[in-house]
């Protein structure tokens, strides 16, 4: 299998990414439960309910990125990170076009 592009700097970046994701996770959750716990305030009116519920859906799209990550992580091909390790560890490099 000939590749052009690093799986393995493209594996690396993807679990960069991961770990990003990964420690925003907690901050994430805390917002959506400030703007749930926002929506019982006292005689709110509608419209700023609304605001809340739109804050609130749009952190929950977010957590489809870990299934963008795990997607991205599977269109690397089949061996191509081991045949690069392979090849680099034996001084043959692939070019990063």
């Given at each position: 299998?000939?590749?052009?592009?690093?799986a393995?700097?493209?594996s690396?970046?993807?679990?960069n990414?991961?770990?990003?994701?990964?420690?925003?996770?907690p901050?994430?959750d805390?917002a959506?439960?400030?703007?749930?716990?926002a929506?019982?305030?006292?005689?709110l009116?509608?419209y700023?309910?609304d605001?809340?519920?739109s804050i609130?859906?749009?952190?929950?799209?977010l957590d489809?990125?870990?299934g963008?990550i795990?997607?991205?992580?599977k269109a690397i091909p089949?061996g191509?990170?081991e045949e690069?390790?392979e090849?680099?560890?034996h001084?043959?490099?692939?070019p990063?076009?």
């Amino acid at each position: 299998m000939v590749i052009r592009w690093s799986a393995v700097k493209a594996s690396e970046a993807i679990d960069n990414i991961e770990q990003q994701v990964t420690l925003a996770e907690p901050f994430l959750d805390e917002a959506k439960r400030l703007a749930s716990e926002a929506k019982r305030i006292p005689n709110l009116a509608g419209y700023m309910e609304d605001r809340f519920n739109s804050i609130i859906f749009q952190i929950e799209k977010l957590d489809n990125v870990k299934g963008r990550i795990v997607s991205a992580r599977k269109a690397i091909p089949d061996g191509a990170i081991e045949e690069e390790r392979e090849n680099t560890k034996h001084g043959i490099t692939q070019p990063l076009i």
